[in-house]
């Protein structure tokens, strides 16, 4: 996302406690790193926004107006790890309650569809601060204690409680931070203050209305799991393209690919439109221009180093920058087309919906009620013997040219594969997490051969080119060598890392 000068952005660490409406907070002095504590009061109100279906709430995305405190405004509040969250925060201006801040109206697009977003919930909150410092005035957290009074839009209904926050300053290092964490929850488990069970204060009011999922067939609920984690993990890079955050259209293109390695290997077990893996395909395709280029220009920018005339490098490298910065911005525009497009937006509510609908254990199931754990195996049996066909043809490559078309096919589908036994990894956690090993060392292997090749391709079109001084196409040849020289030595590992990987997962099956 371009930048604006209004908009910061920020991860935030912090842990949600339950509390009884009378429940204080157990002493804070004397903890680790903590020398003083200053106390205050803060009165706040936030309107809290979302669509009719709580399409933000159910992606664990938060937007809020709030006022009070020392940062009201616009609060966009996305998930980014165990306790933490990624926050942007646009201050208010002379906007209403309803006009939401076109930059964050534009990052939500892929989660709420077109959908109108308006007012879910007004919070009212009382609170009583501690920020708790260091010898040398370093914040080392805030612990919080809200009085909370709820309002839902949808119906009106009022609900009050008191909860504690801690928030701590991620800054400290982790030793630091986890002595202090381990000593606070000690405090506060001889008090009775437990974690509490809502993720978000919002969750608590309106997480009764979020649908619960139809009941499935046993041997489908690994896959739909997977299912919407992956589509969990493409909505959220979604947003992160979009804002240009690095490495971004990689997490999208991944969980893209997953998606449809999973819908495809397990079509056999599952009813769910053929259609849809067309489109993830499609996606793939738009999006891979920009994570290839990102890619290739690190590669190339650090292989200068190997080039053994000095003098030739800075050219060279400069050569290098000015090409994939062209291209790149192009990819880039390229790829945020692509999520704004209708037919993206059709992609995903289709998505959601046969998440949602896969195969449930009553009448949409039809002739097929239950999906036993060997029908997964043996999808999955089938899909590594066509891997080993494919592996199997590279060695009857008549060229470089036909023997690279053909790693990549033996790439693909073992990345295939890959994404197969992940679906599958609840049924058998401790089997699959060796075996994932396996495939994880055979894709690098792979992979590095597949960049070598598109190494090649961009340094061609570089010496293609007009302009070239005697000092960049000497860096250039050089390179070129180093590229191809690199995909023949990772070519000549190919049978032996599949035999490994191959060997492992058989124990899945036999």
């Given at each position: 996302m371009p930048s604006t000068p209004s908009l910061t952005i920020a991860d935030e660490a912090e842990r949600k406690y339950a509390a009884a409406a009378d429940q204080p907070l157990p002493d804070l002095a004397g903890l680790p790193s903590v020398d003083t504590v200053d106390v205050d009061r803060i009165g706040l109100s936030a309107q809290y926004f979302d669509t009719a279906d709580l399409n933000l709430l159910r992606s664990k995305i938060t937007l809020r107006r709030r006022e009070g405190g020392?940062?009201?405004?616009?609060?966009?509040?996305?998930?980014?790890g165990l306790d933490t969250r990624t926050e942007l925060h646009f201050p208010l201006g002379d906007d209403s309650a309803e006009d939401t801040p076109a930059d964050l109206s534009g990052l939500l697009r892929g989660i709420v569809r077109g959908s109108p977003v308006g007012l879910a919930a007004l919070l009212d909150t009382e609170r009583r601060r501690h920020r708790l410092r260091a010898a040398d005035g370093t914040l080392v957290a805030e612990v919080v204690v809200d009085d909370v009074d709820a309002v839902?839009?949808?119906?009106?209904?009022?609900?009050?409680?008191?909860?504690?926050?801690?928030?701590?300053?991620?800054?400290?290092?982790?030793?630091?931070?986890?002595?202090?964490?381990?000593?606070?929850?000690?405090?506060?488990?001889?008090?009775?203050?437990?974690?509490?069970?809502?993720?978000?204060?919002?969750?608590?009011?309106?997480?009764?209305?979020?649908?619960?999922?139809?009941?499935?067939?046993?041997?489908?609920?690994?896959?739909?799991?997977?299912?919407?984690?992956e589509l969990h993990t493409l909505e959220l890079s979604d947003i992160a393209v979009r804002r240009d955050a690095p490495a971004s259209v990689h997490g999208m293109r991944k969980a893209a690919r997953r998606l449809r390695s999973a819908l495809q290997t397990y079509s056999g077990e599952i009813t769910v439109d053929?259609?849809?893996?067309?489109?993830?395909?499609?996606?793939?395709?738009?999006?891979?221009?920009?994570?290839?280029?990102?890619?290739?220009?690190?590669?190339?920018?650090?292989?200068v180093v190997d080039i053994p005339v000095e003098s030739h490098r800075e050219a060279t490298r400069a050569r290098i920058d000015e090409y994939f910065s062209a291209k790149s911005e192009a990819a880039r525009l390229e790829a945020v087309e692509t999520l704004n497009s209708d037919r993206y937006v059709d992609l995903l509510t289709r998505l959601e919906a046969a998440i949602s609908d896969l195969a449930p254990a009553t009448e949409a199931v039809g002739t097929r009620p239950k999906v036993a754990r060997k029908e997964l195996l043996r999808a999955l049996e089938a899909l590594a013997r066509k891997v080993s066909r494919r592996v199997a043809k590279v060695g009857d490559a008549a060229d470089s040219t036909e023997r690279d078309e053909l790693m990549?096919?033996?790439?693909?589908?073992?990345?295939?594969?890959?994404?197969?036994?992940?679906?599958?990894?609840?049924?058998?956690?401790?089997?699959?997490?060796r075996i994932l090993d396996r495939f994880d060392d055979f894709q690098d292997l792979l992979g590095e051969f597949q960049d070598s090749v598109v190494a090649r391709e961009h340094l061609l079109d570089m010496l293609a080119e007009q302009g070239h001084i005697a000092e960049t196409s000497f860096g250039l040849g050089i390179l070129f060598r180093i590229e191809t020289e690199i995909g023949d030595a990772q070519a000549q590992f190919l049978d032996k890392g599949w035999k490994k990987s191959y060997r492992a997962a058989r124990r899945l099956w036999s």
């Open positions: 020392d940062d009201a405004g616009w609060h966009l509040k996305l998930p980014s839902r839009e949808a119906d009106g209904s009022r609900t009050c409680w008191r909860e504690i926050e801690v928030e701590w300053n991620s800054d400290l290092g982790e030793e630091t931070i986890t002595d202090f964490l381990s000593a606070l929850e000690e405090r506060f488990a001889a008090a009775g203050i437990i974690r509490s069970e809502s993720p978000s204060k919002l969750h608590r009011v309106l997480g009764d209305l979020i649908p619960t999922r139809p009941p499935l067939a046993k041997g489908l609920v690994p896959i739909r799991d997977y299912l919407a984690t053929p259609t849809i893996v067309d489109e993830l395909r499609w996606l793939g395709r738009r999006l891979s221009p920009s994570r290839d280029l990102e890619v290739q220009w690190k590669r190339l920018a650090d292989r990549h096919r033996a790439r693909k589908g073992a990345k295939r594969m890959r994404y197969a036994i992940e679906v599958i990894a609840p049924l058998r956690p401790a089997r699959t997490g």
